[in-house]
């Protein structure tokens, strides 16, 4: 069955500071995509990436990286010199291609910047 | 701008009371969502529609229901029958893709209080 586990529940940085949220799922599919989201304090839930499972390379944008490890059912995020407009929480989701329909989220992981 | 549109922000619902929470899209998407977020907790999925007059249900569909009408709109109802509603309640859409690993994109979200 599909699992998303974020053991992260809550962390605080000061700002600049590297921070890096861990993400580990569970599939028994071998394509599947994998997100993550952001969910600041008004509510709406932004998309940051999509990756597939064919795809291992680490992504870069800006100050913010994935490294997608399969070695590991690993998908963690870092922002890098983290600033106080980070401050949210950040949901990390998983949809398989060939066994159910939709997304699992995992619980997220609430990211507070302090100045 | 494209985008997806949720109201109200805010709905109160006495006990016994039906309320219908919209949700309009013109993204040109043919999937749409329904989750609701409880406080400190992951999304989970109420209903979801693939195409125009069809629609399935998600983990958490008692107590709720769903009509699709019309592309662009997926109207949510919460029925006397859901004795917990309260919750931050989000719709979502994406495109149709094989399975269901298309990005899916948010709304604002309706947070819904029981008087």
Not at chain 1, 18 to 26: A, M, Q
Not at chain 2, 32 to 50: A, C, E, F, K, N
């Amino acid at each position: 069955a599909q699992k998303v586990t974020q053991a992260q529940t809550e962390i605080s940085v000061v700002e600049k500071e590297d921070v890096t949220l861990d993400c580990v799922y569970e599939t028994r599919d071998t394509t599947y995509y994998l997100f993550w989201y952001k969910q600041p304090p008004s509510g709406e839930l932004v998309f940051l990436i999509r990756r597939n499972s064919f795809d291992e390379q680490n992504e870069i944008s800006g100050r913010y990286s994935w490294n997608f490890q399969k070695s590991t059912s690993s998908f963690n995020f870092t922002i890098t010199a983290s600033q106080v407009v980070d401050s949210a929480v950040y949901f990390c989701a998983l949809s398989e291609r060939n066994y159910g329909q939709n997304f699992v989220f995992g619980p997220g992981t609430r990211l507070s910047v302090l100045p | 701008d494209g985008g997806i549109t949720q109201s109200p922000k805010y709905l109160f619902r006495k006990e016994g009371q039906n309320v219908t929470l919209s949700c309009e899209q013109n993204l040109n998407h043919d999937a749409m969502y329904w989750y609701r977020q409880d406080p400190g907790q992951g999304l989970r999925l109420i209903y979801y529609s693939q195409i125009v007059n069809d629609f399935q249900k998600g983990d958490i569909a008692e107590g709720y229901s769903v009509s699709r009408e019309k592309k662009e709109s997926f109207p949510l109802t919460v029925t006397s029958a859901q004795k917990n509603p309260t919750a931050f309640y989000l719709c979502a859409s994406s495109r149709m893709g094989q399975g269901s690993q298309e990005t899916q994109y948010f709304g604002p979200g309706t947070r819904l209080l029981v008087l």
